[in-house]
């Protein structure tokens, strides 16, 4: 138990875990005026003689510089507010992320929904790639060491192997120094990590089963299926959509070489699999706003002004749900960019505008690819009546308005006029995006489109 007041001036609240490697505590800082509250890692290095401590303490110094770093760099890494060493021990001194852990979470809550853990891979394999920007792997992806932080529900990432890794140096039979020590948790952990070749694909393929832990409650060890040589986790989540299990089980490929290789490629994939749509706050039922059609007769140039068809209240009451629903607006905040980008080639048609082109049976959850269109008190404006991908070819059915942009939170007003599109012409989709404005309007789903080159 280390003193009750470490390096003079951290004291300790609590412990908060502990492990081989050391302890983690709760910590106030009596040296700044709000008694911040930090996380203290405790560091034991393993192995205990005077040049060994040069050595690790060297490379503490080292990793310290780079956690600061990546404190610094992302808004989903805690800071590293001090480190030091006292009584032979190492100390990190990091930000206090309020939240729980995705392992607790589902400890208090049950499995969570696809829609749920779409947005929250989004959320952390942005987080990832910058990581892996720093040639750096984490090693350690489990839900244990992703919190989910209380204030605004993004995933926070923590507990960086490789300090870790510094704990365990010692001296290999050629005099070099040398990690004795696997970094990693079994089930979790790739087999190339294990034999102490990590790769950045080794994070991609323990964020995968840790998808498949929030969507199915059971730990790799419960899903691994030791004949057939792969996890059998699809009979565990038969609600997860195909396009989602499609993009994990590549990510939880035995070979590296199958899996995806950067967190961008298992990002666009996951983008590319259904769009997201931003899980529904509850809200007092109210329709989306209406698109008012364009008059259908080509010889028509009247403009049609638009009116909302929300009273102000109802407005500021969808408002007040959104902000009250604390981890919901997390995920809502923590959502990926909505919008599926069209693969660029140089013959992709300009922008021309934003258009509603229908919108999906459900109320919640994710509207894809393929999806048939319906109407609701506003037409289907686009033939095939689908869900188009980027890049898709597509019919205007219906004269429709065409926007500066989507309606967006909070109030989905409709923004600027700047076209009509008339009934009959061809145009080229360059994005689709979706939003389900209450839990009881459907999703309406809307496209930016250009003409044909
Ligand atoms: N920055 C932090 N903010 C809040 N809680 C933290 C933070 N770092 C660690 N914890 C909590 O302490 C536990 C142990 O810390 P961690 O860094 O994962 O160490 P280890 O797993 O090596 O014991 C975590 O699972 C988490 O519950
Ligand atoms: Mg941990």
Redesign the pocket.
């Known amino acids: 138990m280390p003193p009750a007041l470490l390096n003079n001036r951290y004291r300790i609240i609590k412990t ?4 081989g ?4 505590f ?1 910590a106030e800082d009596t040296q700044m005026p709000s008694s911040r509250r930090c ?1 203290i ?1 405790q560091l034991k290095p393993v192995a205990n003689n005077p040049q060994m401590y040069n050595i690790v303490r060297d490379r503490f110094q080292r990793e310290a510089a780079v956690l600061e770093d990546l404190g610094d760099g992302s808004n989903q890494i ?1 800071r590293l507010y001090a480190y030091f060493s006292e009584a032979g021990q190492f100390y990190l001194v ?6 729980e ?1 995705l ?2 979470k589902i400890d208090t809550s049950g499995v969570m929904s696809e829609s749920s853990v779409r947005a929250l891979l989004s959320s952390i394999l942005p987080v990832l790639d910058f990581v892996h920007s720093k040639r750096i792997v984490h090693r ?1 992806i489990k839900p ?2 992703i ?1 989910l932080r209380q204030r605004d529900g993004l995933p ?1 990432l ?2 960086f192997g490789a300090v ?1 890794e510094t704990m365990g140096t010692g001296i290999n039979s050629t005099g070099n120094t040398a990690s004795s020590i696997v970094i990693g948790t079994p089930g979790f952990m790739p087999s190339e990590q294990a034999a102490g070749r990590p790769m950045y694909s080794s994070d991609l393929y323990s964020l995968g089963l840790t998808a498949i832990y929030l969507l199915t409650g059971k730990w790799p060890q419960e899903l691994a299926d030791p004949l057939a040589g792969e996890i059998a986790w699809h009979r565990h989540a038969l609600n997860v959509s195909p396009s989602l299990a499609a993009v994990l089980d590549k990510a939880i490929q035995f070979s590296p070489r199958e899996r995806y290789a950067t967190a961008r490629e298992m990002l666009s994939a996951l983008q590319y699999s259904g769009v997201p749509i931003s899980p529904t706050p509850p809200s007092p039922p109210a329709g989306e706003p209406t698109e008012p059609t364009a008059a259908v007769s080509p010889r028509s140039t009247q403009t049609n002004t638009y009116t909302s068809s929300l009273g102000d209240v109802q407005k500021l009451a969808i408002l007040g749900s959104i902000i009250g629903a604390s981890i919901i607006v997390g995920l809502v905040v923590a959502r990926p960019p909505q919008v599926v980008v069209a693969p660029i080639h140089n013959t992709q048609p300009r922008s021309i505008g934003w258009l509603r082109i229908g919108a999906v049976s459900k109320t919640a959850g994710f509207a894809y690819v393929g999806d048939p269109l319906i109407a609701t008190k506003q037409p289907v404006t686009i033939s095939p009546p689908v869900v188009p991908s980027p890049g898709a070819a597509v019919t205007v059915t219906t004269g429709v308005n065409l926007r500066k942009d989507m309606p967006r939170k909070p109030k989905y007003d409709l923004p600027e006029k700047v076209g009509v599109l008339k009934e009959g012409q061809q145009i080229i989709i360059l994005k689709v995006d979706y939003f389900a404005e209450s839990n009881s309007a459907p999703i309406a789903v809307w496209a930016e489109v250009g003409f044909p080159n």
């Open positions: 908060l875990g502990a492990g490697f050391g302890e983690t709760l996380v890692k805690p990091q930000e206090w992320v309020e939240g852990t392992t607790r350690d244990d060491n919190i926070v923590i507990d870790k």
